[in-house]
């Protein structure tokens, strides 16, 4: 059985907390500027051709795959970024 005592205290208690919270300060969010991205540098087609170049001597000068040496050379600089 529940006495009139705990009543009183959980209504007081109950009332105290509703009027602390109508009085306590609500804090704002601060917006917060992005964090800034440093510029990336595109990859030049002249860039990509020297690559690829390099890669067809070091591959033994051999024709054929030269669609292979301008991608393996794309991937190259673009992954360095």
């Known amino acids: 059985m529940v006495e009139i005592k705990d009543l009183r205290k959980t209504t007081k208690l109950r009332r105290w907390t509703m009027a ?11 917006p917060q500027e992005p964090p ?3 510029p990336r540098r595109e990859v030049t087609d002249e860039e990509i051709r020297q690559r690829a170049y390099e890669i067809y ?25």
């Open 36 to 38: 800034k991205e440093t």
């Open 57 to 81: 001597l070091a591959r033994g000068a051999a024709p054929g795959a030269e669609v292979d040496d301008w991608l393996q050379a794309e991937h190259e600089l673009r992954s360095r970024e």
């Open 20 to 30: 602390q919270a109508a009085t306590t300060k609500r804090q704002e969010a601060v």
